[in-house]
C-alpha cells in the first residue's frame, strides 16, 4: 500500500524558489543591459578610432596588439562577458546567478567608487574629463554602475533568503505527523567534496598571485601603466583606490582585486556557502581566460624556450600554466556540483 504525500512537492534546487524568481529576472536583466552598454561602448570606440573591428577581435587573445579601449582592460572584457553569461543565466531563474552576479556587483560597486573617489579628491583629473571626448561617457558609466552594483547586491542577497510556506493539513491522515509550517532547509553541515576542492584550488591561485603582487611591490621600481616609472608601495595602493593618481585605466585595481578574490571565494567554497558556486565559476571563467591570453603571447612568437634561460621567466610560464589548470580544476567540479 503506498502512502500518500503530503506537503510542499519537491523544489528543483537549480531553479530560483518562485518567491525570488521575480527577482532573478529583474536583476538578470538589468545587469545585462548594463553589459550590453559597456559592451556597445567599446564598439563606439573602435569604430571612432577607424580601427578595424579585426584588431579588437585579435587584441581578445593576443596581448601583443596594444588595442585598449579608454578605462577599459581585458579583465573588464572578461567581466563584461561574465555579466552577459550570467546576466542571461539569472534570467533563466537559475540559483547558480546568484553568487555570480553578487561577485560582479561588488567588483563593480568598488570600480566606480574608485572613479568617483578620483573625482572628488583631485580637480585637474576633474578638468581632464571634462575635456575628453570619453570623460563625461566614462562618468556616466561609473554612477550608473554604482546604482546597478548596488541593485544587484541587495537584489541577490535577498533572494537567498529561505521562504516559510504553508504545509497541506491532512486530517485524516493519522499517520503522517502535522506542523504548521516547513522550516527552512538547513545549511549543510559538512562541506561537499566540490565544494572542498575548487575553494583549495582558489586559494592556492590566489596565494600564487598574492606571491607575484608581493615581488612586483618589492623591487626597486614600483611600475604603474601610463604613470610614474616608480611610484612606490604607497603610490600603487593609491592608484588602486583614486583613478586620479595615475589614470583611468584600472590596471592596478585588477591587479589587486584579482589577487584578493580568489582567497575571499576560496573562503566562501570552504565555508560550504551555496553563493560561493556562482562565484567561483564566474572568478575561475575570468581568471581562465586571463592566463589562456597570456600563455598565448608566451607561445605565439615561437620563442617560449627564452623564458626558461632565467628562474624568473621559468617562474613566470610554470605560475601561469599552473593557475590556468587550478581555475579549469575549479570549473569542472562546480559544474558537476548539484544546488544545496
Known amino acids: 500500500m503506498t502512502m500518500p504525500q503530503y506537503g510542499t512537492p519537491q523544489q528543483d534546487l537549480d531553479r530560483a524558489e518562485d518567491a525570488a524568481s521575480g527577482a532573478y529576472v529583474r536583476i538578470g536583466l538589468l545587469v545585462g543591459l548594463y553589459a550590453v552598454a559597456a559592451a556597445g561602448w567599446i ?27 579608454y578605462a577599459q582592460t581585458p579583465h573588464d572584457w572578461a ?10 543565466i539569472a534570467v533563466a531563474r ?4 546568484r553568487g555570480a552576479l553578487m561577485l560582479l556587483a561588488v567588483v563593480l560597486i ?38 546597478v552594483g548596488a541593485a ?34 538547513p545549511l549543510p553541515t559538512a562541506v561537499r567534496p566540490q565544494f572542498a576542492t575548487a575553494g583549495g584550488c582558489l586559494l592556492l591561485s590566489g596565494a600564487i ?24 608601495v604607497g603610490g600603487f595602493f593609491r592608484d588602486v583606490v583614486d583613478a586620479s593618481y595615475s589614470t583611468s585605466i584600472p590596471y592596478s585595481f585588477h591587479t589587486a582585486a584579482f589577487a584578493l578574490a580568489p582567497l575571499l571565494v576560496g573562503a566562501v567554497l570552504l565555508a560550504g556557502r551555496p553563493a560561493g558556486r556562482g562565484a567561483g565559476l564566474a572568478l575561475a571563467f575570468v581568471l581562465l581566460y586571463l592566463d589562456g591570453r597570456g600563455l598565448y603571447s608566451y607561445v605565439a612568437d615561437g620563442a617560449i624556450d627564452r623564458y626558461f634561460d632565467s628562474t624568473l621567466g621559468t617562474l613566470v610560464v610554470l605560475s601561469t600554466i599552473c593557475t590556468a589548470v ?15
Do not use: C, H, K, N
Open 79 to 88: 567581466l563584461i562577458a561574465a555579466a552577459l553569461v550570467f546576466g542571461g
Open 152 to 185: 544587484t547586491l541587495i537584489g541577490m542577497t535577498r533572494a537567498g533568503r529561505r521562504q516559510v510556506t504553508l504545509r497541506s493539513y491532512a486530517p485524516y491522515a493519522p499517520y503522517a505527523p502535522y506542523t504548521p509550517y516547513d522550516a527552512p532547509r
Open 326 to 340: 587550478l581555475s579549469l580544476v575549479t570549473v569542472a567540479v562546480l559544474l558537476s556540483a548539484e544546488e544545496a
Open 209 to 232: 598571485a598574492v606571491a607575484w603582487l608581493v615581488y612586483r611591490l618589492t623591487r626597486a621600481q614600483v611600475f604603474l601603466v601610463g604613470g610614474s616609472p616608480d611610484a612606490g
Open 110 to 147: 568598488a570600480l566606480s567608487l574608485r572613479e568617483l573617489v578620483g573625482l572628488a579628491v583631485s580637480s585637474d583629473y576633474r578638468a581632464v574629463l571634462r575635456r575628453s571626448e570619453y570623460g563625461q561617457l566614462l562618468i556616466g558609466f561609473r554612477v550608473l554602475g554604482l546604482l
Open 94 to 97: 537559475r540559483r547558480v546567478a
Open 43 to 69: 564598439g563606439y570606440e573602435v569604430d571612432s578610432r577607424g580601427a578595424d573591428g579585426g584588431d579588437f577581435i585579435t587584441a581578445l587573445y593576443d596581448p601583443r596588439i596594444p588595442f585598449i579601449p
